[in-house]
């Protein structure tokens, strides 16, 4: 059973297959980045202000995180490609309707069924991946498969902002639609049956309370992270909503001492990598995700550069770690996931910290250095931690793994975004009031942010070696 009934009978044609469909599932989601060189085109628009039109990121991401750990265990239970394309489905729906929608609660209310569908995406598409090749050469095959998150990314923000500006914000969930009509028919032909009349786990329950409870955590233990940033900590709304996610994870851990067929499965936990990889991937999510929500600032406002500038920086980021990813998950099979993981986390701290040191006087190839080395970085550290979590996986877990990992960086998110801008707003209102003027208290918070977020990513690697090392 170490590999599976399916990857024991798949041929060759079937893998590659699984690797493509993966890929394209992961590529649809990932062309969502091209919400955040939009937001200000859809806040005009909308007639939204700042702070309510970031309810389209929160909403999404909560979403997207409250259900993974639902759609994992859907897939193990009946099919992972029934539930992929259902995914496709939802996700492909929700786009096509938010292009037609012209106020903000209704696009904000249809980014949370396009969380479902890319919940359900990026948690299958790894699954799937991890069900189709043997450890030997499972690293590999998911570094290539997550390689296309990258490469979304830079199509999404290259086409977004050009597509935003020459045709209106409608025009970047629409364009979506044909791919994901694509993605489907791909899916639909080109997965083995197998995937979707012979799981793993053919005969199991699944615990459907437990799984709308977990949804309800998740989504209000991001809403929680994202409005104590906004609101401050001990705001009302942020207090009662602690009180509601520590309640529902309380009623969630109950329910699953109390099931036969618990949405987190129990040997899930004891996989080799498997809790030391989801960790570190959550640190990396936390020090890297900075870069798409302040760097644009710093070349908009100290660079003085425009939108292309900016598109093009984080196209050199999504670029860089697109290689990253397919080198990582290659040398992954050959020398250890510890090792690769680690060093993709040490490799993402020298870059934050070298663009830390940017200042008004830096020239764009200098910049474009600089955010390369940590894109490189973060994805020889996406590839490598998805096969240290997934190498020793169960195939009957594969799909609940996945989607912790994918869990993990959605929270990583919010938490990134929160921990960043505390720090930053710290570090400028001290210099601020000391008379330095704008631009340098600027240089001065981004300096110091991008500091912290190094440190973090340090410990994203420390992580993977302080397992190993009491595990042994």
Known sequence: MANGPAASSLTSRDRLLTVVVAAAGLFLVALDFSINVSLPTM??????????????????????????????????SFGLKRVFLWGVVAYTLAVGLISLQDSLGAVVGLRVLQGVGAAVLFTTGPALVARAFGPA???????????????????????????????????IFYARVPIGVAVLALGFFGLSRRFARDPVGDGRGFDWSGAVILYGALFALVVVISL?????????????????????????????????WPVLPRGM????????????????????????????FFVTDVLGRGA?????????????????SIIGGWLA???????????????????????????????????AVRVGVAGLGFGLHQAAVYSLAMRRTRPEHAGASSAMLAVAQTIGVPLSIAFSTSIFRWREDRALDAGIGTADAFVGAFHDAYIAAAVVAVFAGLVVVTFRRRSA
């Not at 005009?44 to 994992?72: C, E, K, M, N, W």
């Not at 009302?236 to 851990?253: D, E, R, Y």
């Not at 990598?273 to 990396?284: E, K, Y």
């Open 43 to 76: 806040r005009d628009s909308l007639g939204a202000s700042l702070v309510t039109v970031q309810g389209i990121i929160i909403f999404y991401h909560a979403s997207r995180s409250g259900l993974a750990p639902a759609a994992g265990g859907l897939g193990d």
């Open 137 to 171: 050469r499972r690293g590999t095959a998911l570094g290539v498969t997550l390689a296309a998150v990258s490469a979304g990314q830079v199509t999404g923000t290259l086409g977004g902002g050009f597509l935003s500006e020459a045709i209106g914000w409608e025009a």
């Open 228 to 260: 104590a940033r906004l609101d401050g900590l001990f705001s009302g709304s942020v207090i009662v909503l602690t009180v509601v996610t520590a309640m529902l994870f309380a009623a969630f851990k109950y329910l699953q001492r109390r099931t036969m």
């Open 269 to 296: 936990w004891s996989a080799p990598g498997f809790a030391a990889g989801g960790i570190s991937n959550m640190l990396v999510f936390v020090g890297s995700f900075l870069t798409w929500f302040l760097f644009p």
């Open 308 to 324: 292309l500038a900016v598109g093009s920086m984080l196209a050199v980021v999504a670029g860089a770690s697109t290689v990253g």
């Open 333 to 367: 099979d050959r020398i250890g996931d510890r090792v690769v993981t680690a060093t993709g986390a040490a490799v993402t701290a020298v870059g934050l910290l070298w663009v830390s040191g940017l200042d008004a006087e830096a020239s764009l190839p200098g910049v």
